[in-house]
């Protein structure tokens, strides 16, 4: 079946340092790969997404790219801020599931000022 | 255009109970799934519901969990006798249409404690 194994956190930063959390994937058509972020207290919200191989999702200073041949979508940020403080989802879907996603466990950031 | 809501925010319940969960998808969304994040783990896909129609059901238990989504109101989660093991955050999500160029749109979810 298809999965997602993303880096175990707590991660803890500070403030202007760079960020990265690794996720891999197997899965059993062509996904699409999903970053998303959970702020203390809401749901969670997109970040960024890439449909096909090589694409670079980006969105707020985050970036990802679709790598199919190391099965992988890490997460990137040059630079984060205390408000990047957030649990972050890695999460794939194959067509025709739609939005019926597979999320990884989750990664929890938290960025000192 | 207000959010996924998502109510009660906290439902606590002793064994044996039932509990109801509620989803409102946001003005025009006719698709909502519901997603389960049990302790320290990911969010797992439930159900996924258009309007009077259960159109996906492979992540639901088989037993004492049930899903609708009328033609007035909103989707409805149901647990009935819970046990300690379902004590989780319920995220409901919604969209306009199926496919993966729909945005998904969570709520805040609601945190079930069975005491």
């Known amino acids: 079946g298809d999965s997602v194994t993303q880096m175990e956190g707590p991660v803890t930063l500070s403030e202007e340092a760079f960020l990265t959390i690794n996720c891999t994937y197997t899965a059993t058509g062509y996904p699409s790969l999903f970053w998303y972020v959970q702020y203390p207290g809401e749901g969670l919200q997109l970040l960024l997404k890439?449909?096909?191989?090589?694409d670079k999702g980006s969105n707020k200073g985050f970036e990802a790219t679709y790598r199919k041949e190391t099965t992988s979508f890490h997460l990137e940020k040059g630079s984060v801020q205390v408000s990047d403080s957030a649990v972050y989802f890695c999460a794939l879907s194959v067509e025709p599931a739609g939005n019926k996603l597979t999320f990884g466990g989750g990664t929890r950031v938290l960025v000192k000022p | 255009n207000a959010g996924v809501m998502q109510n009660p925010r906290h439902l606590v319940r002793r064994r044996g109970q039932e509990a109801r969960l509620r989803c409102s998808p946001m003005?025009?969304?006719?698709?909502v799934y519901w997603y389960r994040q049990l302790p320290e783990e990911g969010l797992k896909f439930m159900v996924y519901l258009q309007k009077e129609n259960i159109i996906d059901e492979s992540g639901m238990p088989k037993e004492r969990f049930s899903a609708e989504f009328p033609k007035e109101g909103p989707s409805i989660l149901r647990i009935q006798q819970v046990v300690r093991g379902d004590s989780a955050a319920y995220f409901c999500a919604s969209s306009p249409l199926s496919g993966l160029e729909e945005k998904l749109f969570f709520g805040s979810g609601t945190q079930l404690s069975v005491l």
């Open positions: 890439a449909t096909k191989a090589d």
């Open positions: 003005k025009g969304h006719s698709h």
